[in-house]
């Protein structure tokens, strides 16, 4: 049988892709966590790279700019000894008028196993999860989610804290530009899913219509008694109009300042999905802030990441049985 015939037949379509966190659910996300500490273990191997998904190709689809998951994705790909194939958008024949249906079906039949994609527009993963019988993963789908986003900050957030459970009993606040950010939907999401209270903090012009979560306006009111600050970039390219008075304003009320950083709890976290806008949402230097853990988020990345691509590749359905021994 082919991979693709394997992945048919190994159960339901639903556990084929990884599109959001509901679709994942607790069970799910519990299964991806609990892998990722076999990747952690993986990555700090003298040869950090294991055999579980030679044979296997994924390929990165990216419609929107990328440092982070787009490097993780194919680093962890090339970990589990995956081939890997990269799209590029400028240099595609979608400058030809091809369209995005044709592009993934032609890519589809060089022998893909896993999309791994993002798009400006919401909801285009679940597209192309209808075009093609590969695995496909949503690396960011316009303001709506970014689910590996999410489980790497939960990772992150777990191993820091020593938690082998749920994240019961935390007091999270995101902070920040909550309307355009498809981090704070997958991440409230899977902070709540684990049992954390999650309160979003914002200006309530950075506030979608309608949220599940508590909502401030007064970050100065919640600070000194959180355990998670997490902030959110400003996303001006998503902006069409003024959506608060003045970067300085923000920063003045919303921004992560000494005297803010000065009033959080001793082990408070501080995290950032990246990329930072220095001097407005975080207007200290990360490197000085004991409870800061941005750079750690973008290390477990990549093991959270290998986890993923092995519970939607690999030939054990999720067994960590098979990340023993060497690739080469
Ligand atoms: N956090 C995040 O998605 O970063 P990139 O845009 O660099 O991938």
């Known amino acids: 049988m082919t991979s693709v015939e394997q992945r048919q037949s190994a159960g339901p379509r639903g556990s084929r892709s990884l599109l959001s966190i509901d679709e994942l659910g607790t069970d799910g996300v519990f299964r991806i966590l609990?892998?990722?500490?076999h990747m952690v273990e993986v990555n700090r191997r003298p040869n950090p790279k294991v055999p579980a998904l030679r044979g296997k190709t994924v390929c990165n689809v990216f419609f929107e700019d990328s440092t982070r998951t787009?490097?993780?994705?194919?680093?962890?790909?090339?970990?589990?000894?995956?081939?890997?194939?990269?799209?590029?958008?400028?240099?595609?024949?979608?400058?030809k008028g091809e369209s995005l249906r044709d592009t993934i079906e032609t890519i589809a039949a060089m022998g893909v196993d896993a999309f791994v994609i993002r798009h400006g527009s919401s909801g285009a993963p679940w597209?192309?999860?209808?075009?093609?019988?590969?695995?496909?993963?949503?690396?960011g789908d316009g303001w709506h989610a970014h689910p590996t986003q999410a489980l790497l900050d939960a990772y992150t957030v777990r191993t820091t804290l020593n938690r082998t459970g749920g994240?019961?009993?935390?007091?999270?606040?995101?902070?920040?530009?909550?309307?355009?950010?498809?981090?704070?939907r997958s991440t409230s999401a899977v902070f709540r899913l684990l049992g954390a209270d999650v309160t979003l903090v914002a200006p309530r012009t950075l506030l979608p219509p309608v949220v599940d979560e508590p909502t401030s306006e007064n970050l100065d009111a919640l600070i000194d008694?959180?355990?998670?600050?997490?902030?959110?970039?400003?996303?001006?390219?998503?902006?069409?109009?003024?959506?608060?008075?003045?970067?300085?304003?923000?920063?003045?009320?919303?921004?992560?300042?000494?005297?803010?950083?000065?009033?959080l709890k001793q082990n408070a976290l501080v995290m950032h999905p990246g990329p930072m806008n220095r001097g407005v949402e975080i207007a200290v230097d990360p490197a000085e802030l004991p409870g800061a853990v941005i750079t750690q988020q973008v290390s477990n990345g990549i093991a959270v990441r290998m986890a993923v691509l092995f519970e939607l590749l690999g030939s054990g359905h999720g067994s960590a049985d098979t990340l023993e021994g060497s690739s080469e």
């Open 34 to 37: 609990d892998l990722a500490d």
């Open 70 to 95: 787009r490097l993780s994705f194919e680093t962890a790909a090339k970990r589990l000894s995956a081939d890997t194939m990269t799209f590029s958008v400028a240099q595609s024949s979608l400058n």
């Open 127 to 139: 597209m192309v999860d209808k075009w093609t019988q590969a695995s496909v993963i949503n690396a």
């Open 167 to 184: 994240l019961e009993g935390l007091r999270i606040a995101i902070v920040g530009d909550v309307k355009h950010s498809r981090v704070a």
């Open 225 to 263: 008694d959180v355990d998670v600050l997490y902030l959110l970039r400003m996303q001006s390219e998503r902006m069409n109009e003024a959506l608060v008075p003045s970067l300085r304003e923000y920063t003045t009320r919303f921004g992560l300042t000494p005297q803010r950083a000065g009033r």
